[in-house]
Protein backbone atom coordinates (compact mmCIF):
# COMPACT_ATOMS: atom_id res chain seq x y z
CA UNK A 1 0.00 0.00 0.00
CA UNK A 2 1.16 3.63 -0.76
CA UNK A 3 1.75 5.82 1.89
CA UNK A 4 -0.20 8.60 -0.14
CA UNK A 5 -2.82 7.80 -2.40
CA UNK A 6 -4.55 10.69 -4.58
CA UNK A 7 -6.81 10.57 -7.84
CA UNK A 8 -4.70 11.52 -10.40
CA UNK A 9 -7.41 12.87 -12.32
CA UNK A 10 -7.62 14.37 -15.40
CA UNK A 11 -10.53 16.67 -13.56
CA UNK A 12 -12.12 19.08 -15.86
CA UNK A 13 -14.59 21.59 -14.83
CA UNK A 14 -16.23 24.85 -15.95
CA UNK A 15 -15.46 27.90 -14.70
CA UNK A 16 -16.34 29.48 -11.30
CA UNK A 17 -17.22 25.63 -10.23
CA UNK A 18 -16.24 24.19 -6.86
CA UNK A 19 -13.32 22.31 -6.97
CA UNK A 20 -12.43 19.52 -4.11
CA UNK A 21 -9.02 17.36 -4.23
CA UNK A 22 -8.53 14.66 -1.93
CA UNK A 23 -5.67 12.51 -0.60
CA UNK A 24 -5.91 9.65 1.44
CA UNK A 25 -2.97 8.15 3.92
CA UNK A 26 -1.81 5.32 5.57
CA UNK A 27 1.30 6.62 8.34
CA UNK A 28 -0.20 8.35 11.27
CA UNK A 29 2.97 9.79 12.35
CA UNK A 30 1.79 13.10 9.67
CA UNK A 31 1.77 16.16 11.38
CA UNK A 32 1.68 18.60 8.35
CA UNK A 33 -0.38 18.61 5.17
CA UNK A 34 0.50 20.86 2.58
CA UNK A 35 -1.01 21.19 -0.69
CA UNK A 36 1.34 22.34 -3.99
CA UNK A 37 0.41 23.39 -7.35
CA UNK A 38 2.48 22.82 -10.54
CA UNK A 39 2.22 24.31 -13.24
CA UNK A 40 3.29 22.49 -16.68
CA UNK A 41 7.10 22.24 -16.56
CA UNK A 42 7.18 24.09 -13.62
CA UNK A 43 8.48 22.93 -9.96
CA UNK A 44 5.61 22.64 -7.37
CA UNK A 45 4.64 25.61 -5.67
CA UNK A 46 3.66 25.37 -2.02
CA UNK A 47 0.13 26.80 -2.22
CA UNK A 48 -1.73 25.83 1.43
CA UNK A 49 -0.11 24.34 4.58
CA UNK A 50 -1.65 22.47 7.10
CA UNK A 51 -1.12 21.58 10.68
CA UNK A 52 -2.19 18.35 12.64
CA UNK A 53 -6.48 18.23 11.89
CA UNK A 54 -9.01 20.96 11.23
CA UNK A 55 -9.78 23.72 8.23
CA UNK A 56 -7.76 26.41 7.06
CA UNK A 57 -8.71 29.40 4.53
CA UNK A 58 -6.64 31.30 2.33
CA UNK A 59 -8.69 33.41 -0.43
CA UNK A 60 -10.68 30.63 -2.49
CA UNK A 61 -8.86 28.21 -1.35
CA UNK A 62 -10.18 25.60 1.89
CA UNK A 63 -7.74 22.91 3.05
CA UNK A 64 -9.14 20.36 5.36
CA UNK A 65 -7.27 17.63 7.26
CA UNK A 66 -9.48 14.99 8.96
CA UNK A 67 -6.43 12.80 10.83
CA UNK A 68 -9.18 10.11 12.50
CA UNK A 69 -9.86 9.12 8.81
CA UNK A 70 -6.79 9.49 7.40
CA UNK A 71 -8.38 11.80 4.76
CA UNK A 72 -7.13 15.53 3.46
CA UNK A 73 -8.80 17.74 0.97
CA UNK A 74 -8.53 20.82 -0.73
CA UNK A 75 -11.64 22.92 -1.97
CA UNK A 76 -11.43 25.99 -4.63
CA UNK A 77 -14.34 28.06 -4.85
CA UNK A 78 -15.14 30.01 -8.18
CA UNK A 79 -12.55 27.68 -10.02
CA UNK A 80 -10.44 30.40 -12.57
CA UNK A 81 -8.86 28.99 -16.19
CA UNK A 82 -5.84 30.04 -14.45
CA UNK A 83 -5.90 27.51 -11.71
CA UNK A 84 -5.79 24.90 -14.26
CA UNK A 85 -2.53 22.43 -12.88
CA UNK A 86 -1.51 19.87 -11.26
CA UNK A 87 -2.34 19.64 -7.78
CA UNK A 88 -0.47 17.54 -5.21
CA UNK A 89 -1.01 16.86 -1.80
CA UNK A 90 2.23 16.04 0.35
CA UNK A 91 2.78 14.98 3.99
CA UNK A 92 5.38 14.93 6.54
CA UNK A 93 6.04 13.77 9.89
CA UNK A 94 7.46 10.56 12.34
CA UNK A 95 10.77 9.43 11.60
CA UNK A 96 11.18 10.74 8.45
CA UNK A 97 12.63 14.40 7.53
CA UNK A 98 11.02 14.77 3.99
CA UNK A 99 8.10 14.97 2.40
CA UNK A 100 6.01 12.60 1.02
CA UNK A 101 4.02 13.41 -1.96
CA UNK A 102 0.72 12.20 -3.86
CA UNK A 103 0.49 11.42 -7.55
CA UNK A 104 -1.09 14.85 -8.58
CA UNK A 105 -4.59 14.75 -9.58
CA UNK A 106 -4.15 17.51 -13.01
CA UNK A 107 -7.09 19.66 -13.27
CA UNK A 108 -8.54 21.46 -16.24
CA UNK A 109 -10.91 24.59 -15.65
CA UNK A 110 -12.77 25.60 -18.99
CA UNK A 111 -14.05 29.15 -19.78
CA UNK B 1 15.12 36.80 -8.32
CA UNK B 2 15.75 35.09 -4.84
CA UNK B 3 14.43 31.99 -5.34
CA UNK B 4 15.87 27.94 -6.02
CA UNK B 5 17.77 28.14 -9.25
CA UNK B 6 18.08 24.63 -11.25
CA UNK B 7 20.85 24.67 -14.48
CA UNK B 8 20.34 23.42 -17.19
CA UNK B 9 16.68 23.49 -17.47
CA UNK B 10 17.12 21.02 -20.40
CA UNK B 11 19.39 18.36 -20.51
CA UNK B 12 19.55 15.25 -23.47
CA UNK B 13 21.79 13.27 -23.44
CA UNK B 14 22.62 9.42 -25.05
CA UNK B 15 22.44 6.63 -23.21
CA UNK B 16 25.97 6.11 -21.38
CA UNK B 17 26.83 9.30 -20.81
CA UNK B 18 27.82 11.67 -17.88
CA UNK B 19 25.54 14.36 -16.82
CA UNK B 20 25.67 17.06 -14.13
CA UNK B 21 23.22 19.41 -12.67
CA UNK B 22 23.23 21.98 -10.36
CA UNK B 23 20.66 23.68 -7.98
CA UNK B 24 21.26 27.20 -5.98
CA UNK B 25 19.27 27.30 -2.80
CA UNK B 26 17.82 30.20 -1.30
CA UNK B 27 20.75 31.67 0.75
CA UNK B 28 19.43 31.77 3.64
CA UNK B 29 18.34 27.72 3.63
CA UNK B 30 20.22 25.39 5.21
CA UNK B 31 18.76 22.23 3.98
CA UNK B 32 18.57 20.99 0.32
CA UNK B 33 17.08 18.31 -1.32
CA UNK B 34 16.73 16.88 -4.45
CA UNK B 35 13.70 14.75 -5.90
CA UNK B 36 12.75 13.27 -9.33
CA UNK B 37 9.60 13.21 -11.19
CA UNK B 38 8.43 11.23 -14.04
CA UNK B 39 5.46 11.63 -15.57
CA UNK B 40 2.10 11.24 -13.68
CA UNK B 41 3.80 10.99 -10.54
CA UNK B 42 4.82 12.85 -7.55
CA UNK B 43 7.95 13.68 -7.05
CA UNK B 44 10.03 10.99 -5.28
CA UNK B 45 12.75 11.95 -2.53
CA UNK B 46 15.98 10.92 -3.83
CA UNK B 47 18.73 12.76 -1.27
CA UNK B 48 19.25 15.76 1.59
CA UNK B 49 21.53 17.43 2.71
CA UNK B 50 21.95 19.86 6.03
CA UNK B 51 24.47 22.09 5.14
CA UNK B 52 27.60 20.02 3.68
CA UNK B 53 26.48 17.03 5.35
CA UNK B 54 24.50 14.29 2.99
CA UNK B 55 22.28 13.17 5.82
CA UNK B 56 19.63 10.79 3.65
CA UNK B 57 19.46 9.05 0.89
CA UNK B 58 17.37 7.02 -0.92
CA UNK B 59 17.07 3.20 -2.06
CA UNK B 60 15.98 5.26 -5.25
CA UNK B 61 19.10 6.30 -6.05
CA UNK B 62 21.92 3.50 -7.52
CA UNK B 63 25.46 3.90 -7.44
CA UNK B 64 25.42 5.82 -10.72
CA UNK B 65 24.08 8.61 -8.73
CA UNK B 66 26.00 11.31 -6.82
CA UNK B 67 24.95 14.40 -5.12
CA UNK B 68 27.60 17.03 -3.47
CA UNK B 69 27.50 20.39 -1.56
CA UNK B 70 31.09 21.39 -0.91
CA UNK B 71 30.17 24.57 1.06
CA UNK B 72 27.48 23.95 1.93
CA UNK B 73 25.64 26.65 -0.68
CA UNK B 74 25.42 25.23 -3.89
CA UNK B 75 24.79 21.26 -4.75
CA UNK B 76 25.28 18.99 -7.84
CA UNK B 77 23.46 15.53 -8.72
CA UNK B 78 25.57 13.69 -11.30
CA UNK B 79 24.50 10.88 -13.13
CA UNK B 80 27.24 8.41 -14.50
CA UNK B 81 26.26 5.75 -17.04
CA UNK B 82 22.65 7.51 -18.04
CA UNK B 83 20.24 4.83 -18.61
CA UNK B 84 16.93 5.58 -20.65
CA UNK B 85 15.11 5.11 -17.26
CA UNK B 86 16.69 8.36 -15.89
CA UNK B 87 14.58 10.40 -18.04
CA UNK B 88 13.00 12.70 -15.83
CA UNK B 89 12.60 15.78 -14.04
CA UNK B 90 15.18 16.35 -11.72
CA UNK B 91 13.97 18.55 -9.03
CA UNK B 92 15.81 20.87 -6.18
CA UNK B 93 14.31 22.09 -3.22
CA UNK B 94 15.36 24.22 -0.23
CA UNK B 95 14.14 24.76 3.58
CA UNK B 96 14.70 26.66 6.58
CA UNK B 97 16.16 23.94 9.51
CA UNK B 98 12.83 23.87 11.82
CA UNK B 99 10.32 24.42 9.12
CA UNK B 100 11.19 21.20 6.96
CA UNK B 101 8.06 20.48 5.68
CA UNK B 102 8.22 24.26 3.65
CA UNK B 103 10.59 22.80 0.82
CA UNK B 104 10.95 25.26 -2.01
CA UNK B 105 11.46 24.39 -5.46
CA UNK B 106 13.58 25.34 -8.42
CA UNK B 107 11.78 24.79 -11.91
CA UNK B 108 13.59 21.72 -12.16
CA UNK B 109 15.94 20.42 -14.43
CA UNK B 110 14.31 18.19 -17.38
CA UNK B 111 16.45 15.27 -18.33
CA UNK B 112 15.77 12.97 -21.29
CA UNK B 113 18.00 10.08 -22.07
CA UNK B 114 18.57 8.59 -25.93
Known amino acids: QKEVEQDPGPLSVPEGAIVSLNCTYSNSAFQYFMWYRQYSRKGPELLMYTYSSGNKEDGRFTAQVDKSSKYISLFIRDSQPSDSATYLC???????????FGTGTLLAVQP | DTGVSQDPRHKITKRGQNVTFRCDPISEHNRLYWYRQTLGQGPEFLTY????????KSRLLSDRFSAERPKGSFSTLEIQRTEQGDSAMYLC????????????FGSGTQLSVL
Open chain 2, 49 to 56: FQNEAQLE
Open chain 1, 90 to 100: ALYGGATNKLI
Open chain 2, 93 to 104: ASSYTGQDEKLF
